[in-house]
C-alpha cells in the first residue's frame, strides 16, 4: 500500500508541469519570518482503548524540517492532527512556541484550550491533506482567498493578489477560475498548497501529500514542496514514505513503531545506516512494495 | 361541461390562494427547517435536544389539527390568528419538521474532510458552516426539499376548513353550483397537478444550480480541459 521510493520513470505530463519559478522578487509569496518551534511533553492520545501515543516526548526546533516515518498505524498522523487541533489530546501537553496549544493557562494553571484558544493558535499552522480537501463549492481562487478575506481580515484585492502569486509559483496561473473537479489530482494537490500557503502559517503540516497521486504525478508536486521547504522559514512536519522525497525536504527523520519514536537522525543516516532492528525491517519493506 | 368551465375566474382565485398558501408555508418550513436542523448537527447537546423537541413534537402533528388548534383554541387564550394565518403557521411548523430532519440528514452527510479542512483554515465554527458545509448540504438537501414541497402544496387543501377560499374550497362552490362532481373535480386536479409541475421545475432549475456550482456538471459554454481525477476532493 505505501508508495515507494523509487522515482517513476516517466516524466511528468505536461499539464503538471510548471518550472517552479519560485519567489519572484519583491512579490515572494512564501512565508518568512521565525518561525515557532514545537514540543511534545508526555502526549497521551487514545481513540477508546487504542492507546496510539503513549507519553510521548520530542521537540521540533524552530524551522527545523523534520519528516516522521514509520509503519501504517504508528500515529503518524494523529500526531500531525494533535497540531492541527483536529484531535485533543488525552494527556501531556503540546506547545507551539512557548505557547501551549493544547491548553490555555486560567489562573496560573493550565485547562484545556477553549475554541478561542484554538483560533489563536491555528493562525501559525497550515496543514495539507492526503485527499487535498479542496472546497468543492468553490473555484479554485475562492478556495485561496476564503481564509484570507474571512480570517484574516484581508480586502478581496489583497486576498486575490496573495493568491495569484501563490497560483504562480504552484504553476497553476491559468486555473485560477477553474473548478476543483476540473483539475488533475497533482493540480488539486497544488492548489490545496497554496491555499494552506495563503494563511502565511509559520508551521506546515504534510500528512502524505502525494499518496493520493497518480505515479506519474509525484515528482512534480515533491520538488514544488522542496523548494517551498528551502526558500521559506517554516517549521515542517511532514509524514512520507517516499525516502528521496524526505532526504530532501529534511533536517531530521524520526522513525516510529506504535506511537514511540525508535530512532532519529539526519536523514542519510537513517536511510543509509539505519541502527535499530525495526527501522531496518520497515525501510526492507517500504522498499520492496 | 360548460357550466363548469364557465367558472374558471373563481376557480383560477382560488389556485392563486393555493400557490400564495405555499409560499408562504414553504417559505417558513424551509426558515425553521435551517434553523432547527443546523441545531441537530451541532455538536452541543442543548441544541441538539432542542431539534429533537421541535421535530419529534411537529413531525407528529396533523396539519389539519394543528391548524385548528391556533385558529379555534389560541383566541381562548387571546392569541388571535387570522385563517390565512394560521394555515401558513401550522403548515410552516408541519413541514419545518420534515425539513429540519432533512437538513440535519444533509449536514451529517458532508465528508468529515470538509469539516477538518475548513478547522486547518482556521475558519470560526460559524463560518465552517456557513461557507463550506451549508452550501455542499444543499446540493443533498434539494431532492427532498422539492419531495416536501409538494407534499406542503397538496396539504394545503386543509385549509378550506378554515373558511379560505383556496382551490379546493372553489372546487366544493363550483360542485354545489353547478352539480357537475365529476367534471369539478377533474378539472382541479389537473390545476392541482399544473402546479406541482411548476413547483418541480423550479426545484429542478436550483438541483442543475447547485450542481454547476459543486462542479458535477460543466458550465454552459464550458469545456473541461481536464477529466475529473479519482481521489479527487471527497464528495
Ligand atoms: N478517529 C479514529 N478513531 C479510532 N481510531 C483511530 C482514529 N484515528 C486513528 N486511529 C487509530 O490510531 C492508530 C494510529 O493511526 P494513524 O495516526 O492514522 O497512523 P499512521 O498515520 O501512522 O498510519 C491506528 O491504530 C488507528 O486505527
Ligand atoms: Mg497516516
Known sequence: ?289 | MSEVLDSHPQLLQGAWITVQITVLGAVLALVLALAFGVAGAARAVWMRAVNRLYVEFFRGAAALVLMYWLFYSLPLVGLRFTPMAAAVLALGLNYGAYGAEVVRGSINAVPKAQYEAAVALNLRPAQRMRRVILPQAVALMLPPFGNLLIELMKATAVVSLVTIADLTFRAQQIQANTGETAATYALVLVVYFVIAQVLQRLVRLLEHRTERMLGRRPRRGALREVPAPAGGAPR
Open chain 1, 1 to 289: 500500500m505505501p508508495p515507494t521510493d523509487t522515482t517513476p520513470a516517466v516524466p511528468a505530463p505536461e499539464d503538471d508541469v510548471p518550472g517552479v519559478p519560485l519567489a519572484k522578487g519583491a512579490a515572494d509569496p512564501l512565508p518568512h519570518g521565525e518561525a515557532p518551534g514545537i514540543r511534545f511533553e508526555k502526549v497521551v492520545k487514545r481513540f477508546g482503548g487504542n492507546v496510539v501515543l503513549r507519553e510521548l516526548d520530542f521537540t521540533v526546533a524552530p524551522g527545523e524540517r523534520v519528516t516522521l516515518i514509520g509503519p501504517s498505524g504508528s500515529g503518524k498522523t494523529t500526531i500531525l492532527r494533535l497540531l492541527m487541533t483536529l484531535e485533543r489530546v488525552d494527556g501531556g501537553i503540546i506547545r507551539v512556541g512557548e505557547r501551549p496549544l493544547s491548553h490555555m493557562e486560567r489562573g496560573g494553571r493550565l485547562v484545556p484550550a477553549n475554541e478561542r484558544h484554538l483560533h489563536e493558535m491555528r493562525k501559525q499552522i497550515g496543514m495539507v491533506f492526503q485527499q487535498f480537501n479542496l472546497f468543492p463549492n468553490m473555484n479554485v481562487l475562492r478556495n485561496l482567498t476564503e481564509g484570507p478575506v474571512h480570517v484574516l481580515g484581508l480586502s478581496r484585492d489583497e486576498a486575490v493578489e496573495r493568491a495569484r502569486g501563490l497560483l504562480d509559483m504552484v504553476g497553476l496561473a491559468d486555473k485560477i477560475e477553474a473548478h476543483p473537479s476540473q483539475l488533475s489530482g497533482g493540480q488539486q494537490q497544488r492548489v490545496a498548497i497554496a491555499r494552506a500557503l495563503a494563511m502565511r502559517p509559520k508551521v506546515l503540516l504534510l500528512d502524505e501529500v502525494t499518496s493520493a497521486l497518480d505515479p506519474e504525478l509525484v515528482v512534480g508536486v515533491q520538488d514544488l514542496l522542496r523548494d517551498i521547504a528551502r526558500q521559506s522559514d517554516l517549521t515542517l512536519l511532514c509524514v512520507t514514505h517516499e525516502m528521496r522525497f524526505a532526504r530532501d525536504i529534511s533536517d531530521r527523520v524520526l522513525m516510529f513503531d506504535q506511537g514511540q519514536i525508535v530512532e532519529e537522525g539526519p536523514p542519510d543516516q537513517i536511510f543509509g545506516e539505519p541502527r535499530e532492528r525495526r527501522t531496518r525491517d520497515f525501510l526492507q519493506a517500504v522498499l520492496a512494495s
